[in-house]
């Protein structure tokens, strides 16, 4: 466990030696801030009309607010995790060091927890630029604080889920363009997959809609745990971080 | 310390290392000397684990590099033709890091980075990121990284490729000093080095060994006969080449033709025979001045060109050591 951290550490290292941390950061906060900011104006037209009509029904913040956002910033997602994932192990095969690690008294699933742990913290170092502006929903108005905290849980786990696959994808390549845009490639294909089948109630397109990683963060962002989703991001991540330990091992059969 | 048996690596096309076998005894440092692409680099991957074989077996330190590979690769150093660094540490930042993956910690590994780095010259580039380094700085961290957790045995690949003069003898004074603490296996296609450093030879070639010896055995045993290059002042090309084919034991005389008055031959012995005190004497007798008697050891080139180039070579030594 104490090799985990040692990977886990040196990568975090290296993201924030070059500009992608930083970079990654200000892409979010501009999107993030952006979708805040429209939801916000939707949330308050709505309430002045609501109120000129003369139903003075009160609003949700976290129905109108807090849901949205957290929609749409698992959406930003899919596009930030390949610039996260890509250069995990393109990198470290195309300029040798791969050779040390494979070389030291390390295990091969050592290595790959520690740089998908570190993806994952650096992850949540970039989600959590989005907590400014949830301060000042807590500023101004009284979100309930327990859904919020299920839709960052989620957010985390679908996170997790993809960017196992962003690190098998990067094992497989030399290549960092080739990783980033295999990696972009499937999760737009596992956002879009549901698309196809969301009115096709035979049971195939059941299976198929049941793949799409964004279905099963709709319910995190109601502010439900299910166990249905954990189970499924849960899996997710086990079977990208296996599918790497498995192409890490070839790449002893095959060089 | 480390024995390797029939060892094999094929790929789907073609056949790396073929069927080799040799061993290195503690503390010993050999020269694994061979073209470009005989597979010296497949065999130190064997023995460093990073591939497996697909016959035979390796062992470092009794511990069989398939079954045991995490015990084999504490006992370890290894540094690939690249060196393995990562651009955007810093000197001392990399080493510990390495050090940690060898699971050292603490005190111990922080005051074995100031001795690994008195050790490789390097102590006054500790806070430079690697990226800003020289080629030659960049050898030396890389050796660093190979011996900071103090390994039983080295594994250098082309340690020298791509430094300029100065660094490769610096280079090599080093890993002459560290020959005493680690076994040490040094793969490179440069034949001085491996007749200034290594005790040890295994030529391969094709993914064969071709030879194994000392340095000295193998220039002697494929001499066989003594060479001697004479230059002598003072007399006609014809009169010297008849009286220096009159010494017992000579076998041919050669000219090399003459230059201000001095001519100049290549003398070869009958196998077995020391002819240069004899020579010397006949050309003091007969009244001539001797220039310069040399001994034209056979370099450690000739026999890499005799071994490699052509198949009969490979045949010769196996003749010469019934």
């Given at each position: 466990?104490?090799?985990?951290?040692?990977?886990?550490?040196?990568?975090?290292?290296?993201?924030?030696?070059?500009?992608?941390?930083?970079?990654?950061?200000?892409?979010?906060a501009?999107?993030?801030?952006?979708?805040?900011?429209?939801?916000?104006?939707?949330?308050?037209?709505?309430?002045?009309?609501?109120?000129?009509?003369?139903?003075?029904?009160?609003?949700?913040?976290?129905?109108?607010?807090?849901?949205?956002?957290?929609?749409?910033?698992?959406?930003?997602?899919?596009?930030?995790?390949?610039?996260?994932t890509?250069?995990?192990?393109?990198?470290?095969?195309?300029?040798?060091?791969?050779?040390?690690?494979?070389?030291?008294?390390?295990?091969?699933?050592?290595?790959?927890?520690?740089?998908?742990?570190?993806?994952?913290?650096?992850?949540?170092?970039?989600?959590?630029?989005?907590?400014?502006?949830?301060?000042?929903?807590?500023?101004?108005?009284?979100?309930?604080?327990?859904?919020l905290l299920?839709?960052?849980?989620?957010?985390?786990?679908?996170?997790?889920?993809?960017?196992?696959?962003?690190?098998?994808?990067?094992?497989?390549?030399?290549?960092?363009?080739?990783?980033?845009?295999?990696?972009?490639?499937?999760?737009?294909?596992?956002?879009?997959?549901?698309?196809?089948?969301?009115?096709?109630?035979?049971?195939?397109?059941?299976?198929?809609?049941?793949?799409?990683?964004?279905?099963?963060?709709?319910?995190?962002?109601?502010?439900?745990?299910?166990?249905?989703?954990?189970?499924?991001?849960?899996?997710?991540?086990?079977?990208?971080?296996?599918?790497?330990?498995?192409?890490?091992?070839?790449?002893?059969?095959?060089? | 310390?480390?024995?390797?048996?029939?060892?094999?690596?094929?790929?789907?096309?073609?056949?790396?290392?073929?069927?080799?076998?040799?061993?290195?005894?503690?503390?010993?440092?050999?020269?694994?000397?061979?073209?470009?692409?005989?597979?010296?680099?497949?065999?130190?991957?064997?023995?460093?684990?990073f591939?497996?074989?697909?016959?035979?077996?390796?062992?470092?330190?009794?511990?069989?590099?398939?079954?045991?590979?995490?015990?084999?690769?504490?006992?370890?150093?290894?540094l690939?033709?690249?060196?393995?660094?990562?651009?955007?540490?810093?000197?001392?930042?990399?080493?510990?890091?390495?050090?940690?993956?060898?699971?050292?910690?603490?005190?111990?590994?922080?005051?074995?980075?100031e001795?690994?780095?008195?050790?490789?010259?390097?102590?006054?580039?500790?806070?430079?990121?690697?990226?800003?380094?020289?080629?030659?700085?960049?050898?030396?961290?890389?050796?660093?990284?190979?011996?900071?957790?103090?390994?039983?045995?080295?594994?250098?690949?082309?340690?020298?490729?791509?430094?300029?003069?100065?660094?490769?003898?610096?280079?090599?004074?080093?890993?002459?000093?560290?020959?005493?603490?680690?076994?040490?296996?040094?793969?490179?296609?440069?034949?001085?080095?491996?007749?200034?450093?290594?005790?040890?030879?295994?030529i391969?070639?094709?993914g064969?060994?071709?030879?194994?010896?000392?340095?000295?055995?193998?220039?002697?045993?494929?001499?066989?006969?003594?060479?001697?290059?004479?230059e002598?002042?003072?007399?006609?090309?014809?009169?010297?080449?008849?009286?220096?084919?009159?010494?017992?034991?000579?076998?041919?005389?050669?000219?090399?033709?003459?230059?201000?008055?001095v001519?100049?031959?290549?003398?070869?012995?009958?196998?077995?025979?020391?002819?240069?005190?004899?020579?010397?004497?006949?050309?003091?007798?007969?009244?001539?001045?001797?220039?310069?008697?040399?001994?034209?050891?056979?370099?450690?080139?000739?026999?890499?060109?005799?071994?490699?180039?052509?198949?009969?070579?490979?045949?010769a030594?196996?003749?010469?050591?019934?």
């Amino acid at each position: 466990m104490n090799n985990v951290w040692v990977i886990c550490r040196k990568e975090l290292k290296s993201y924030f030696a070059s500009p992608i941390a930083y970079g990654l950061m200000a892409f979010f906060a501009l999107v993030s801030g952006y979708f805040f900011y429209a939801a916000v104006a939707i949330f308050v037209t709505r309430g002045m009309e609501m109120q000129m009509m003369g139903r003075g029904m009160p609003m949700d913040v976290n129905e109108w607010v807090v849901r949205p956002v957290l929609s749409n910033v698992s959406v930003i997602g899919l596009f930030m995790i390949p610039m996260i994932t890509m250069r995990l192990f393109a990198e470290e095969k195309r300029s040798g060091t791969i050779e040390l690690l494979v070389t030291s008294p390390v295990r091969d699933w050592e290595i790959i927890l520690g740089k998908w742990f570190a993806a994952l913290l650096m992850y949540a170092a970039i989600l959590s630029v989005s907590l400014v502006n949830v301060s000042v929903l807590f500023a101004y108005g009284r979100p309930d604080w327990k859904p919020l905290l299920v839709g960052y849980l989620g957010l985390i786990l679908q996170g997790g889920c993809l960017l196992a696959l962003g690190t098998f994808l990067s094992t497989t390549t030399k290549n960092q363009i080739v990783a980033g845009a295999g990696t972009f490639a499937v999760c737009l294909m596992l956002w879009v997959i549901s698309w196809l089948t969301e009115f096709n109630t035979e049971s195939y397109a059941k299976v198929i809609g049941y793949l799409s990683v964004v279905t099963h963060f709709e319910s995190f962002a109601k502010g439900v745990i299910d166990t249905k989703d954990l189970i499924f991001y849960f899996s997710m991540i086990f079977f990208g971080l296996f599918l790497s330990a498995r192409s890490l091992e070839s790449l002893r059969w095959r060089s | 310390m480390i024995r390797v048996e029939g060892l094999t690596k094929r790929y789907p096309r073609t056949v790396a290392v073929d069927d080799i076998s040799f061993t290195v005894g503690k503390g010993e440092i050999i020269g694994f000397l061979g073209p470009n692409g005989a597979g010296k680099t497949t065999t130190m991957r064997v023995l460093t684990c990073f591939l497996p074989p697909s016959a035979g077996m390796a062992e470092v330190a009794g511990f069989d590099v398939v079954k045991q590979p995490m015990e084999v690769k504490k006992r370890i150093g290894y540094l690939p033709e690249t060196p393995p660094l990562y651009p955007e540490m810093e000197v001392r930042e990399y080493l510990q890091f390495v050090g940690r993956l060898k699971q050292m910690s603490g005190a111990s590994l922080a005051a074995r980075i100031e001795e690994v780095g008195k050790r490789c010259h390097i102590d006054d580039v500790m806070p430079k990121l690697i990226s800003k380094l020289s080629k030659g700085y960049r050898q030396r961290v890389g050796l660093a990284q190979a011996i900071i957790h103090n390994p039983e045995v080295l594994i250098l690949d082309e340690p020298t490729s791509g430094l300029d003069p100065k660094q490769i003898l610096e280079t090599r004074s080093l890993i002459k000093e560290l020959a005493g603490e680690h076994t040490i296996i040094l793969s490179t296609h440069i034949l001085p080095e491996v007749e200034q450093v290594c005790e040890k030879v295994i030529i391969i070639n094709k993914g064969r060994v071709v030879a194994t010896d000392s340095v000295s055995n193998l220039t002697s045993r494929l001499r066989g006969s003594d060479a001697v290059g004479v230059e002598v002042g003072g007399a006609s090309q014809a009169d010297v080449e008849s009286a220096l084919g009159a010494v017992a034991g000579v076998a041919t005389v050669k000219s090399m033709g003459n230059k201000d008055g001095v001519v100049r031959f290549e003398v070869e012995s009958r196998p077995g025979e020391s002819i240069r005190p004899e020579i010397a004497r006949s050309v003091v007798q007969a009244g001539w001045q001797l220039h310069e008697l040399h001994s034209l050891s056979f370099s450690l080139e000739e026999i890499f060109l005799q071994l490699t180039s052509s198949d009969a070579a490979v045949a010769a030594p196996k003749g010469d050591a019934q």
